[in-house]
């Protein structure tokens, strides 16, 4: 079982950055790959980025790339999700999420693929 908290949200102007960071506990966290994913008030749940357990490779919603940086602390039992240049439209509660049943590429953007989430956090963006 891995345990998930998020921190790291709240409110900022278009144009400004956050840090998401999402603390584990539990199993050994360098076993898992590490996803961020988002919903929006009447809006589905969409993956954001996502991050392999070895390697540091790392994916990305196409809106998000250039803007968003994933990353992750193994040592630390840590994600974190940089967010520059911040956009109204990425308001949303943001929630990250744990797996080891990835095995291709597009694994890492089905988010019922990540049996573990956290709790999420609220990133707004005023215009």
């Known amino acids: 079982q891995v345990q998930l908290v998020e921190s790291g949200g709240g409110l900022v102007q278009a144009g400004g950055s956050l840090r998401l960071t999402c603390t584990a506990s539990g199993r050994t966290f360098g076993n898992y790959a590490m996803g961020w994913f988002r919903q929006a008030p009447g809006k589905e749940r969409e993956f954001v980025a996502a991050?392999?357990?070895?390697?540091?490779?790392?994916y990305y919603q196409a809106s998000v790339k250039g803007r968003f940086t994933i990353s992750r602390d193994n040592a630390k039992n840590s994600a974190y999700l940089q967010m520059n240049s911040l956009e109204p439209e990425d308001t949303a509660v943001y929630y990250c999420?744990?797996?080891?049943?990835?095995?291709?590429?597009?694994?890492?953007?089905?988010?019922?693929?990540?049996?573990?989430w956290g709790q999420g956090t609220q990133v707004t963006v005023s215009s």
């Open positions: 991050i392999i357990w070895v390697g540091g490779g790392t």
């Open positions: 999420a744990a797996t080891r049943g990835v095995h291709a590429s597009s694994d890492y953007f089905n988010g019922n693929l990540y049996p573990y």
